[in-house]
């Protein structure tokens, strides 16, 4: 044999690469853009169609048959059709014997039907290979090469060949299979595209309610007061004044109520002494969403800074100042340092410094790209502690701010007292039960209890 045919040999394409042919019911859509991906990542794509008839939309690599000519033609046929037509495989029973037909439909409402599309499909033809697939991605995305959205698909079925084969064809096309299990998990899957932000809803709902309430409370206070007593016009405190008196009290309140359903958690395990009975439903959502909580928080503090930035430009400030010197010098008098009060402003600014500062740190920790690279024990540091201390930093920086005008009658306006005091309310709430939640005689039965320890043991060997 020549010396270069070995050479040869080696360049030669491997016939082995090639690729299985793949079928595709439903010329619509996604249909097309899957079949454009499909035939670009090197797979023979067969369209399955009521009409035979090929357009300038069809990829042109791609044969367009009727339903029954193009099953014939492959193991894998993928459903790029609604449910509410999937009856016209009923016919074709015979023809999809053993085929895996890839369920890729959405409903239009969360849990539209009783059963899922895919466990439908499987109903329907049940000696075929069902598998749910690429249901969360979009035909933009599939045309626009999925670089600027989701790659992740995920896959259920109950064979796992099937399974796999459709999991090869996904990572193919350069996305990210996510085995989910069983058929069983189809349900779920076709319900996540129809989300809209599930956990974002509460800690956004809330928030809506906590700026109206306070935009009216400190409108109240701030503007309409002072208007009807004193006949001055602060109208314009609605663009930076009352939002950074809400920004902070905001901030400070969400970021309580991080801390606060884990405070009333110990209180029901103590209380139960045990860890095996379910938590109320209210309180397992809001654990759920104490992250996008915290985070509000952290955007809220955010503005705050932001607000607080732009106080020494503000045309009613530079007012102030100007004035309080012109008075003194018009009264050749200089007023002395206030050591006191000096103590008070710096304190009150470095406490908000190193509570934005942890704040930040946590918002950074909460983050999938950082916590996926801390083990358990860090990321519980890091939430749990440094978390309370960004608590108390916030708190004490609200408390200080409030000084002595806590108990000067003049911050009651209208028997109202100064919005902040409000916002220190839940703070202090959780921050006294965490306290004495770490006396030893509660924190020993707590940690016992959370180790598996029951009071009553309800299955006793
Ligand atoms: P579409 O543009 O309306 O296409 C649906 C296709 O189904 C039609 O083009 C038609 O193909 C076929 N069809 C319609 N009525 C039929 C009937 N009575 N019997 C048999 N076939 C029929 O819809 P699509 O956007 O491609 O969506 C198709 C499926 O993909 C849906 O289940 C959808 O939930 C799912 N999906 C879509 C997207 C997306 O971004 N569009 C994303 C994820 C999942 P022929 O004319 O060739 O027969």
């Known amino acids: 044999m020549?010396?270069?045919?070995?050479?040869?040999?080696?360049?030669?394409?491997?016939?082995?690469?090639?690729?299985?042919?793949?079928?595709?019911?439903?010329?619509g859509d996604f249909g097309r853009a899957l079949g454009h991906k499909m035939i670009q990542s090197g797979?023979?794509?067969?369209?399955?169609?009521?009409?035979?008839?090929?357009?300038?939309?069809?990829?042109?690599?791609?044969?367009?048959?009727s339903h029954a000519e193009a099953a014939q033609k492959a193991a894998i046929i993928i459903i790029a059709i609604q449910r509410q037509h999937y009856n016209f495989l009923t016919p074709l029973a015979e023809i999809?014997?053993?085929?895996?037909?890839?369920?890729?439909?959405?409903?239009?409402?969360i849990n539209e039907y009783p059963d899922s599309n895919a466990e439908y499909l499987a109903q329907l033809v049940p000696s075929a290979k069902v598998v749910k697939a690429f249901n969360t991605v979009s035909a933009w995305a599939l045309q626009s090469g999925t670089l600027d959205a989701s790659r992740q698909v995920f896959v259920c079925g109950d064979d796992t060949e099937a399974k796999q084969m459709v999991m090869d064809i996904v990572r193919a096309l350069g996305l990210t299979p996510l085995d989910q299990g069983s058929l069983l998990a189809a349900r779920e899957i076709e319900n996540y595209p129809l989300q809209l932000f599930p956990m974002w809803k509460f800690p956004i709902l809330l928030s809506l309610g906590l700026i109206t309430f306070f935009f009216f409370y400190c409108l109240i206070r701030d503007v309409i007061y002072p208007y009807v007593y004193e006949n001055k016009d602060f109208s314009f405190f609605i663009a930076i004044s009352i939002p950074n008196r809400i920004c902070p009290i905001l901030a400070l309140i969400l970021l309580a109520l991080v801390y606060l359903p884990g405070v009333?958690?110990?209180?029901?395990?103590?209380?139960?002494g045990t860890k095996y009975r379910r938590f109320p439903d209210w309180?397992?959502?809001?654990?759920?969403?104490?992250?996008?909580?915290?985070?509000?928080?952290?955007?809220f503090a955010s503005l705050h800074v932001l607000y607080t930035l732009v106080i020494p430009i503000r045309s009613f400030v530079r007012w102030r100042i100007s004035s309080q010197i012109i008075s003194q010098a018009l009264n050749n008098k200089t007023e002395p340092l206030n050591t006191t009060n000096a103590w008070l402003s710096d304190s009150y600014v470095a406490?908000?410094?190193?509570?934005?500062?942890?704040?930040v740190l946590l918002g950074i920790t909460s983050l999938p790209s950082v916590s996926n690279n801390v083990n358990w024990r860090e990321f519980r540091f890091v939430q749990s502690k440094l978390g309370y201390l960004t608590l108390v930093?916030?708190?004490?920086?609200?408390?200080?701010?409030?000084?002595?005008?806590?108990?000067?009658?003049?911050?009651?306006?209208?028997?109202?007292?100064?919005?902040?005091?409000?916002?220190?309310?839940?703070?202090?709430?959780?921050?006294?039960?965490?306290f004495v939640l770490i006396f030893p005689c509660l924190d020993k039965p707590l940690t016992r209890i959370r180790q598996g320890w029951e009071r009553n043991p309800q299955y006793s060997e």
């Open 2 to 27: 020549n010396k270069n045919s070995s050479f040869i040999m080696a360049l030669a394409p491997n016939t082995s690469n090639k690729k299985e042919t793949v079928c595709i019911f439903g010329t």
């Open 43 to 65: 797979y023979p794509v067969v369209f399955g169609s009521r009409s035979t008839q090929t357009s300038s939309l069809i990829p042109k690599d791609a044969e367009v048959l």
């Open 96 to 109: 999809l014997h053993g085929k895996v037909l890839v369920d890729i439909s959405n409903n239009l409402k």
């Open 264 to 272: 009333l958690a110990a209180i029901i395990q103590l209380y139960r």
């Open 283 to 299: 309180l397992d959502k809001w654990m759920l969403c104490r992250k996008q909580l915290g985070l509000v928080a952290l955007a």
């Open 351 to 359: 406490l908000g410094i190193l509570g934005f500062f942890l704040f």
């Open 393 to 434: 930093l916030c708190t004490a920086h609200t408390l200080v701010y409030g000084g002595k005008w806590f108990l000067s009658p003049s911050s009651y306006r209208w028997y109202l007292p100064n919005a902040y005091m409000l916002s220190l309310i839940v703070p202090c709430i959780v921050l006294v039960v965490k």
